[in-house]
């Protein structure tokens, strides 16, 4: 069971920067490809971004590429997104998950195994 983490969300206003982290303390967690989704009220969850296990690969949600930046450390055993530019509609919770997902497939949610419990993202105008 790999229980992940996820940290950095907060109240920024419209423009600003944040970094989001999701951490496991397994190690088999990188073994896993690693994406990150986003819910706002009302609405479904939304695919962001993902990178596979090994961290060369990376795949962004429709016109997030540019704006959002997602790495993965494997001697830190950690994901990040790097969001810039934030936008309102940018507001939502932000999940991170774990799977191994074949690539037609990576930007659906039932993918991934492992969920994290989400972070507050708010952009103010």
């Known amino acids: 069971q790999v229980q992940l983490v996820e940290s950095g969300g907060g109240l920024v206003q419209a423009g600003a920067s944040l970094r989001l982290s999701c951490t496991a303390s397994?190690?088999?967690?990188?073994?896993?490809?690693v994406a990150w989704f986003r819910q706002a009220p009302g609405k479904e969850r939304e695919f962001v971004a993902a990178?596979?296990?090994?961290?060369?690969?990376?795949y962004y949600g429709d016109s997030l590429e540019g704006r959002f930046s997602i790495r993965r450390d494997i001697a830190e055993n950690t994901v990040y997104l790097q969001m810039n530019s934030l936008k309102p509609e940018d507001t939502g919770v932000y999940y991170c998950?774990?799977?191994?997902?074949?690539?037609?497939?990576?930007?659906?949610?039932?993918?991934?195994?492992?969920w994290g419990q989400g972070t507050q993202v708010t952009v103010s105008v």
């Open positions: 998950a774990a799977g191994r997902p074949i690539l037609s497939s990576l930007r659906q949610a039932s993918s991934y195994y492992y």
């Open positions: 397994d190690r088999t967690y990188g073994n896993y490809g």
């Open positions: 990178v596979r296990a090994t961290g060369t690969n990376t």
